[in-house]
Nanobody, 122 residues
Framework: QVQLVESGGGLVQAGGSLTLSCAVS????????MGWFRQAPGKEREFVTA????????TYADSVKGRFTISRDIAKNTVYLQMNSLKPEDTAVYSC???????????????WGQGTQVTVSS
C-alpha cells in the first residue's frame, strides 16, 4: 500500500512561485513513476507532469513546460513540483499520484493524494 500526502499549496500573486511536496510512504518500486495532476472547478482532471522514480526522466504538459519543474528525492521519498511564473489559469487542486510507469493518463496511476489547493490571483 502506498500513501501520498501533498503540501505547499496556497495563495500567490500572478508571476509568483510555489513549491509543492508529495511525501510518499509505502513500497515504491524502481520502475514506478510519480505524476502531478490538477483539477480546476468545473473542469476535468488535467495532467501536469510526471517523473520516473529511478531514472528521473520527466514529461510535462505543454501548458506548464518551461515554468514548472518536477523532481524527486529518493532518500526522502518525496516528490516536488516547483512552479514559477504562475498564472491565474494555474489555479486548481493539485494532486500527486503513483503509477507503474510515466504517463499523462490518470488511469495508469493507482494511488492518489488528497490534493492541495493552489490559487493564483491576478
Amino acid at each position: 500500500q502506498v500513501q501520498l500526502v501533498e503540501s505547499g499549496g496556497g495563495l500567490v500573486q500572478a508571476g509568483g512561485s510555489l513549491t509543492l511536496s508529495c511525501a510518499v510512504s509505502g513500497r515504491i518500486f524502481s520502475s514506478d513513476a510519480m505524476g502531478w495532476f490538477r483539477q480546476a472547478p468545473g473542469k476535468e482532471r488535467e495532467f501536469v507532469t510526471a517523473i520516473s522514480w529511478s531514472g528521473g526522466s520527466t514529461t510535462y504538459a505543454d501548458s506548464v513546460k518551461g515554468r514548472f519543474t518536477i523532481s524527486r528525492d529518493i532518500a526522502k521519498n518525496t516528490v516536488y513540483l516547483q512552479m514559477n511564473s504562475l498564472k491565474p489559469e494555474d489555479t486548481a487542486v493539485y494532486s500527486c499520484a503513483a503509477g507503474s510507469y510515466r504517463s499523462s493518463r490518470p488511469s495508469v496511476y493507482n494511488y492518489w493524494g488528497q490534493g492541495t489547493q493552489v490559487t493564483v490571483s491576478s
